[in-house]
């Protein structure tokens, strides 16, 4: 049998070299890379994901982020060209290209932000300070943000870092300059606004004006042409009749006195006070319309 003795320093032996495995072997993921540190100095950079050794209770590990990774810059002022003040806001995206460079120059991600927003903000000083508050904002704002990032990146290489992109999120005039801008343009739209209602004004009075008159034309004109009308129909009318009257006066005559009864005996408060042997009811006596003969004045009384 063996001995408890030496059953435990098998034991021992085995939890030994498991601990040894176990602080030997390290892994590194696909979005990271490593930097192994012999007693502080680094050794040469692990880029390639998977599992890796390094010397126990002498070697440690120093992760890195192999993704790209973002730099925030706060707003701050800057001066154009033309002496305006700009408020700036700009951000960057960079990638950690050089771990050992990386390490030895800022060592961790916070320190790179630290120094790569010095970096931004001398060059954004540096590059807009050059150009006018026009330019920045309108003309060549894609250039602008191209020469940022290539004098950014040019001094990120230093650091390991390659810089992938700069851009410019917000460029205007500070909060106090844009109230007094924006209330110069609502006076000036205001001022623009008054003065095409007014245009309008006149052109609507001088349309207004223009159809009225044609419009006084076209009344007179057709007043003209119906009375000229009204004429000839009156002219044709009487016509009519006369050449009625020459073909059968009796016909014309009875026509005529029907007309008069229609136009004196309308419904309402009609009066006539005529003699009913008058001649105007004549037909009413008699359907040929013969007028009876008048009575004979009468004789005075013989005197006695």
């Given amino acids: 049998m063996r001995s408890p003795v030496i059953g435990g320093v098998f034991a021992v032996l085995g939890v030994i070299v498991l601990l040894t495995v176990y602080s030997s072997a390290f892994i590194v993921y696909q979005t990271q890379q490593a930097l192994v540190l012999r007693l502080g100095e680094p050794l040469e950079p692990i880029t390639q994901p998977g599992l890796h050794w390094k010397v126990p209770f002498i070697d440690s590990v120093v992760y890195l982020d192999n993704r790209i990774l973002d730099l925030e810059n706060p707003s701050q002022e800057v001066i154009a060209s033309d002496q305006k003040r700009l408020v700036v806001d700009a951000f960057a995206r960079y990638r950690i290209v050089n771990p050992l460079r990386f390490y030895q120059s800022v060592g961790t991600v916070q320190g790179a932000n630290s120094r790569l927003s010095t970096v931004l903000n001398s060059s954004l000083r540096r590059v807009l300070g050059e150009n006018s508050f026009t330019t920045v904002v309108r003309d060549e704002r894609e250039n602008l943000m191209h020469q940022i990032g290539e004098q950014v990146n040019r001094e990120a290489r230093n650091f390991g870092i390659d810089v992938v992109d700069v851009r410019i999120r917000r460029a205007d005039l500070p909060e106090a300059n844009s109230q007094a801008v924006f209330q110069r343009m609502q006076t000036e739209r205001q001022r623009e606004a008054a003065e095409i209602r007014a245009q309008g004004n006149e052109a609507a009075q001088r349309t207004r004006a223009r159809a009225d008159r044609e419009a006084a034309i076209v009344l007179a004109e057709a007043n003209s042409k119906g009375e000229q009308l009204r004429g000839e129909g009156d002219a044709e009318r009487n016509r009519i009749f006369a050449d009625a009257f020459g073909r059968d006066p009796d016909f014309f005559g009875f026509y005529r006195s029907m007309q008069a009864y229609e136009a004196s005996m309308k419904a309402g408060d009609t009066r006539l ?32």
């Fill in 273 to 304: 006070l005529v003699s009913p042997d008058s001649s105007f009811f004549r037909y009413f006596r008699d359907p040929a319309g013969v007028a009876s003969p008048a009575p004979p004045p009468a004789r005075p009384a013989p005197a006695n």
